[in-house]
């Protein structure tokens, strides 16, 4: 596999609704590889491999949690607004600002000396948590409109083995294997047509993923089946309940929206090949784009298939390269199958 196609999406920042960095990325890899791209404005970026009257639709969000400017002090500190991300984890941190030029920053927090001995003992409240850019604050007022959106600016790395970290997995790696997937199969035959989606504010609204969903049903297309490739839950320390371990395969949704039958021919499949693979029960809804493409026009049958990630929505978020292998040998195998297509 190519490990450093991984390292150079997660070098590339996508908050929600500001995913062009992503996009043009995306195309110009593809454009290297004779594929060519089409722009979806602010749904995201879709391609296709593959012919025939049979349609499935290939999912993986190409945006990342991130925080948005509420103010500007009378100092130029830059207070914000974040969605799904926990402020513990914030404090001292350095981020990229995209206001009108990019900016470093830092979140600041106050020196224990001025902190109560009531204070040490909780988290840094939201409304407390400030960035500074360094700029005088009619600067900076200036260059960071309200609404500005911000993301972490750590760089990934590798760790000991087969494991890397770093902000963005979620959901970089799900559009790893989506150009994986597209390389591998580009020039083989396929029992249909594979229309791949980079989605775009997944991690707000999955507006990508209705749209992904809307625009081949109003065109009259048959959609065989969707296939979601997201993030989930990894054995974080102390946690074990609800979450999956590294290096153990692929995880794969069992619930109400999902495909049974397309679930059983996964499985069929991963068994044959002596893949590892692990279920992950869902009783409601998943938080992935099945909720939507699953009930999208009458319903599409859709599949989600999960690679498990510690510190998730964190900028030390870990996942093992192993379990992107794993997948991939899942995936290239399924999609050529017409048992799948056909379940």
Same mark, same amino acid.
């Given at each position: ?37 089409? @722009? ?8 296709? =491999?593959? #012919? ?16 948005? %400017?509420?103010?500007? @002090? ?7 607004? +974040?969605?799904?991300? @926990?402020?513990?984890? &914030?404090?001292?941190?350095?981020? +990229? ?8 920053? %830092? ?20 409304? /407390?948590?400030?960035?500074? %850019? ?6 900076? !007022? ?14 990934? *790395? ?27 199969? &580009? $020039?083989? /035959? ?12 997944? #991690? ?9 969903? !809307? ?32 290096? /153990?395969?692929?995880?794969?949704? %069992?619930?109400? =929206?999902? $495909?049974? *039958?397309?679930?059983?021919? +996964? ?30 026009? /009458?319903?599409?049958?859709? =599949? ?7 510190? +998730?929505?964190?900028? &030390? ?14 995936? $290239? ?11």
């Amino acid at each position: 596999m190519n490990h450093e196609l991984l390292f150079q999406l997660l070098e590339v920042h996508s908050p929600s609704g500001h995913e062009e960095r992503m996009k043009a990325f995306l195309s110009e890899y593809l454009k290297a590889h004779e594929i060519r791209t089409q @722009d979806l404005g602010p749904a995201g970026l879709s391609w296709e =491999i593959g #012919e025939g009257s049979k349609l499935a639709l290939f999912s993986a969000h190409a945006d990342q949690v991130s925080f948005v %400017v509420e103010r500007v @002090d009378e100092e130029g500190y830059l207070y914000i607004r +974040m969605s799904s991300i @926990d402020p513990r984890v &914030v404090p001292s941190q350095e981020v +990229m600002v995209w206001g009108k030029r990019a900016l470093r920053g %830092v979140v600041g927090m106050l020196p224990l000396h001025f902190v109560s001995e009531k204070e040490r003992k909780a988290p840094i409240p939201r409304e /407390k948590l400030f960035i500074d %850019v360094g700029l005088p604050v009619d600067e900076v !007022r200036e260059q960071v409109p309200i609404g500005t959106v911000c993301t972490w600016a750590q760089k990934p *790395s590798s760790l000991a083995g087969s494991r890397v970290t770093g902000p963005g997995l979620d959901n970089r790696i799900g559009l790893y294997l989506s150009l994986l997937i597209t390389e591998e199969l &580009v $020039s083989c /035959k396929l029992p249909g047509r594979i229309r791949f989606f980079a989605s775009a504010q997944e #991690e707000v609204m999955m507006l990508g993923a209705g749209f992904a969903g !809307r625009s081949a049903l109003e065109s009259g297309e048959s959609v065989s089946f969707a296939l979601v490739v997201d993030t989930t839950f990894g054995t974080d320390h102390g946690v074990k309940d609800s979450a999956f371990h590294l290096g /153990k395969g692929s995880v794969l949704g %069992v619930g109400p =929206i999902l $495909s049974r *039958s397309h679930l059983a021919t +996964m499985r069929n499949i991963a068994s044959e090949l002596s893949i590892p693979y692990s279920l992950e029960p869902l009783t409601r809804f998943t938080g992935t784009e099945t909720d939507v493409l699953s009930i999208s026009g /009458k319903g599409i049958p859709s =599949i989600l298939l999960s690679i498990p990630i510690r510190n +998730m929505h964190s900028p &030390v978020e870990v996942a093992d390269l192993a379990d992107v292998e794993s997948s991939l040998g899942l995936l $290239s195998a399924a999609l050529q199958r017409e048992d799948l297509w056909n379940s």
